[in-house]
Structure formats: structure tokens, C-alpha cells
């Protein structure tokens, strides 16, 4: 038996902390993803795709939004999709799996029950559905009462295992060697939005599409082939994310090239597909300060999102730098007074930042006029 394990396509997260153009982009991307992984199947002729969970956002999704997830999945009638629920899409959303019910293609099988759905005489999927969002119990329990003869047995499921955790931090409560305990030939997990193996028979299949700056392995789905009942599962990573999220963490020092540690930490290819959050800390000179954050502003449009804080940069103490801004004069008394409120010394870590802050601001506008 040769399947895809996808998961979490979050179709219609609002991405509410970008701009508009940037949320419009992301929740197609989401749609786009679905479309792949049917790509996907076709391409390694795969005859079956298991969707472990939250295939949207919410409970009420936009009515055009699920029309389009079905035409989706209809498009090709050789390929079946066994669809369950997650925990963002539970069973509670009674109106929208009755909707999904009455209008889904007839290659859609929906896995909203706790019962086993025959494949045949090869295989058997062993759902568990959550009926909330935070069941509070293993859901997973009933797979060793299942009775399913010779056939090989695949469980779907959705939450966070024990002893690891969930992606939003819920109380996790599925065994890590639920498939060892049940007799599952392979366990298909969805929560986790990184694609990651629990034990050899259990995986969580990742986002298709990449959703936060949290660093998970790449964006994608797994194909799955269990030769036979009882055999360890073959599970290859396929990759399908048309976004790159990164997190670009550098620590800074006196002295250092700030704008070539910042472009070292930067991706040189596919700009225009990737979103970086870049965050400094250590301590510069107001002059080195001054330039990366320039450097920041400048390559920002190099890429699809770019945001930065510097804010966690301490200044370091420096005559030099201070006679850029004023040598002399009020101007001067004003700066000297600020890099002394940069010094945590009887002082909150907020009032040094906004002072570091305010003093950066100051030397940016004195060579602005300086020019």
C-alpha cells in the first residue's frame, strides 16, 4: 500500500500580522499547497492521500474557501482522500462536515468516526477524530479493539504525543508507541507543523506550506509504502512549500562588520519567496548600529516579508561616536544623557532599550542633517 500522509493546511489562516498583500498571498499559497499534494500523488502514483487534521483554520470556514478545497480533491476521481478532522476543524463544526458530507466528491471518504474504513481487502484506516478542539484524552485508545483481519493497519490522528508535546501547547495525550500497542503498520499523525519521525511507525507529516518563523524542517508531505502486514513502512519526505520562513538570530560586538554578518545570515536565492524576522543582540558602537539598521532598510524589499529588531543591541560607550552627533551644545547634553540611561545599572531592561533606541534615532537623524 503506497499513500501520501499530509496535514495541517490551515486553509484560511488570516496571518493577521502582516499587510494585506502578504496575507492574501500566504492563505493562496495554503490553497495552492492542497493542489500540490493531489500533484504529488499523481506523480508517485499514489492511489491514496490521508489527511491527519486541520485541513482549515477554523470551525467556519468561508463558504467559497471549502467549495474550493472539494473541487480540488475531485480533480482527479482516481485518487481517494481520506479526510479527517483536527483539532482547528473539530467535530463540534457540525454545519461545515455536513456541508463537506452532502457535497464532497465521491473520492473523498470522511474519517469522522471512530471506525475502521475497509480499503478493500488490504488495508484498514483506523481514525481518530477529535470531537473538540482540547479532547483532554487519547483519542487514539480504540485502535487496539479494532478488528481488521489480515489487513494492513494505518492509523490517523491528530494531537500531540506524550513526553513531546503539541504544536500550540495543548494537553498532549496520544503514547509515543501507540502503533506498537495497537498493531499499526504505520501511525499518521497531523499537529505538529514540522515534519518529524516519533518512532519508525509514527510520523507527523509537517505543514505542506510553511505558517511560522518556529524553524520546523522543510514544508511538505510523506509517501508512505507499507509492503505488507508487519513490515516496517517506507517514508520519504516530499517537499512542496513555495515559501521560505526564516528566523536569523546574530549576536553583535564592538568592532565587528555588522552589515556582512547581516548579509551572511540572509538567503542569496529566491528572495521574493522567503519571509525573515532578523533579531540582533550583543552591543555595537552607535556608528556600527547606525549602519546595520541602514543595511536592514535597504534589503528589506529584496524580500516577499522582512521585519527587524534591533532593540535588543546594547550601545557601547563611545566619545567617538558621540561627537558625530554634537561635539558640543545642547544636542550633545541630550546625547550624553541618553547613553548614560543605556546602562541597565538601576535601571529596568525596557527603559535601557528605549533609551538605546532613542540615542540610535539621534545619531541617525545627526548624519541625515550632517549630509
Known amino acids: 500500500m503506497r499513500f501520501i500522509h499530509a496535514a ?22 495554503r490553497l495552492e499547497a492542497l493542489r500540490a499534494v493531489g500533484d504529488a500523488a499523481r506523480t508517485h502514483n499514489s492511489p491514496l492521500i490521508l489527511i491527519a487534521g486541520d485541513t482549515f483554520d477554523a470551525e467556519s470556514p468561508p463558504s467559497k474557501l471549502v467549495k474550493r478545497a472539494l473541487d480540488v480533491m475531485a480533480a482527479d476521481p482516481s485518487v481517494k482522500w481520506v479526510w479527517m478532522p483536527g483539532n482547528h476543524d473539530s467535530l463540534t ?6 456541508r463537506i458530507a452532502r457535497d464532497k466528491p465521491d473520492n473523498v471518504i470522511l474519517a469522522t468516526e471512530a471506525t475502521p474504513i475497509l480499503l478493500g481487502e488490504d488495508t484498514a484506516i483506523l481514525p481518530a477524530p477529535p470531537t473538540v478542539r482540547s479532547p483532554g484524552f487519547d483519542l487514539t485508545e480504540w485502535m487496539s479493539l479494532a478488528e481488521t483481519g489480515e489487513r494492513i493497519r494505518i492509523g490517523l490522528a491528530h494531537g500531540g504525543v506524550t513526553d513531546f508535546g503539541s504544536e500550540e501547547g495543548g494537553l498532549a495525550t496520544i503514547p509515543p508507541d501507540r502503533a506498537e500497542r495497537s498493531g499499526l503498520d504505520y501511525l499518521a499523525l497531523g499537529d ?10 509514527s510520523w507527523y507529516a509537517g505543514a505542506p506550506e510553511a505558517d511560522g518563523f518556529k524553524g520546523h524542517k522543510a514544508s511538505g508531505v510523506l509517501l508512505v509504502e507499507v509492503s505488507a502486514r508487519g513490515v516496517l513502512p517506507s517514508v520519504q519526505s516530499i517537499p512542496l512549500g513555495h515559501y521560505q520562513w526564516l528566523r536569523a538570530d546574530q ?25 525573515v524576522r532578523f533579531v540582533g543582540s550583543g552591543r555595537l558602537g552607535l556608528s556600527e548600529h547606525a549602519a546595520l539598521r541602514k543595511a536592514c532598510e535597504a534589503v528589506a524589499d529584496d524580500f516577499h516579508f522582512f521585519d527587524f529588531d534591533l532593540t535588543r543591541i546594547g550601545i557601547e560607550q563611545s566619545i567617538e561616536d558621540l561627537d558625530l552627533i554634537a561635539e558640543s551644545g545642547a544636542l550633545r547634553v541630550a546625547a550624553e544623557n ?18 538605546q533606541t532613542a540615542l540610535s534615532h539621534l545619531f541617525h537623524l545627526a548624519q541625515e542633517v550632517g549630509q
Do not use: N, Y
Not at 93 to 98: F, I, K, P, T
Not at 192 to 201: D, K, V
Not at 268 to 273: K, M, N, T, V, Y
Open 93 to 98: 463544526a457540525v454545519d461545515l462536515w455536513e
Open 192 to 201: 505538529w507543523h514540522g515534519q518529524m519521525a516519533i518512532a519508525s511507525r
Open 8 to 29: 495541517d493546511f490551515h486553509l484560511g489562516k488570516p496571518f493577521g500580522q502582516f499587510d494585506e498583500e502578504t496575507r492574501v498571498a500566504l492563505r493562496q499559497a
Open 338 to 355: 541618553l547613553l548614560t540611561e543605556t546602562s541597565l545599572e538601576g535601571r529596568t531592561e525596557e527603559d535601557a532599550r528605549i533609551a
Open 251 to 275: 549576536t553583535f560586538f564592538p568592532g565587528c562588520d555588522p552589515v556582512s554578518i547581516l548579509e551572511e545570515a540572509l538567503p542569496e536565492d529566491a528572495r521574493q519567496q522567503a519571509l
